[in-house]
């Protein structure tokens, strides 16, 4: 379709600069606004599916539902449902904006305007999203918009909240009241519609539940050592008690014999 509307602007181009207009100022500005209609880029009002895991559905035109598969393409005003652990891979065109929707999304391709924004209502699940700096894209959430202009980051939305997570870049997020927030690479957010909590850092996070799953790793190393040691100073116990007991009775039978054979010798 680009290519069309080049060439046929292009046409128009050649026409004008073969007229002859009096005024070289009118014919200047009308040649300047057809060469930048010219490489205007012409933006695709759709996303494509690269990759489906499980299963999902498209709600298209007139509620017809459809089975989502790889190549599919998402139209706007088209709603997209991922069933259980499915995963749905989508990109923009020449995939400048990828996002993949998982844990039962839901949302809604409301449409890609004259600047080449996309914009999607998401009402459930989570979704995570790739942009190439320069392109922008508009997630409207219960609670909240996030707007983006080139970052990675993770929503997460159900009845209560809706959960920010940003891995690169900025995102600006805007709750009901309008008020606004910018996320940066590694912190978190939550927003319940009415009012923002700022998380900790996600790499904090992380390392948080490293270290403590490392500290329990060592505990239960240090548990079973002393464990093992217990039982190795109990079984070392057991067994000096044992040769003890053993040399006593032996001593015992030694000291018998010795009586006895006393005895018999006084007999004698």
């Known amino acids: 379709m680009r290519s069309i509307i080049s060439i046929f602007l292009g046409a128009k181009l050649f026409q004008i600069e073969k007229m002859k207009v009096p005024d ?50 998402v139209l706007a005003g088209n709603k997209v449902i991922v069933f259980g652990k ?16 998982d844990n039962e999304a839901i949302f809604e391709y409301d449409e890609s305007d004259s600047i080449g924004k996309i914009h999607l209502k998401m009402t459930k699940g989570q ?10 894209i508009d997630i409207k959430t219960p ?14 939305v159900d009845k209560e909240d809706t959960s920010l997570f940003v891995d690169k870049g900025s995102v600006q997020a805007t709750d ?3 008020k606004t927030m910018a996320v940066n690479k590694g912190f978190a957010m939550k927003s319940t519609g009415a009012a923002f909590t700022r998380g900790k850092p996600v790499e904090q996070k992380i390392l948080k539940n490293e270290n403590a799953m490392e500290n329990r790793a060592t505990n239960n190393k240090d548990g079973a050592k002393k464990e093992n040691s217990d039982n190795h100073d109990g079984n070392a116990n057991e067994n000096s008690d044992n040769r003890d007991g053993n040399a006593n009775e032996n001593s015992d039978k030694r000291d018998g014999n010795a009586n006895e054979n006393s005895d018999n010798g006084k007999k004698k």
């Open 24 to 73: 070289m100022k009118i014919k200047t500005i009308v040649m300047s606004i057809i060469s930048l209609l010219i490489v205007v880029p012409v933006y695709a009002n759709e996303l494509t599916v690269i990759d489906v895991v499980g299963h999902g559905a498209v709600i298209g035109e007139n509620n017809t539902v459809r089975n989502v598969k790889t190549g599919d393409t």
């Open 176 to 178: 009901n009241k309008g």
């Open 143 to 156: 609670h909240m918009v996030a707007s983006v202009r080139g970052t990675e980051f993770t929503l997460d």
């Open 127 to 136: 979704m995570s999203f790739t942009v190439v700096p320069g392109n922008k």
């Open 86 to 101: 499915g995963v749905v891979h989508l990109a923009s065109q020449g995939e400048l904006i990828v996002f993949k929707a």
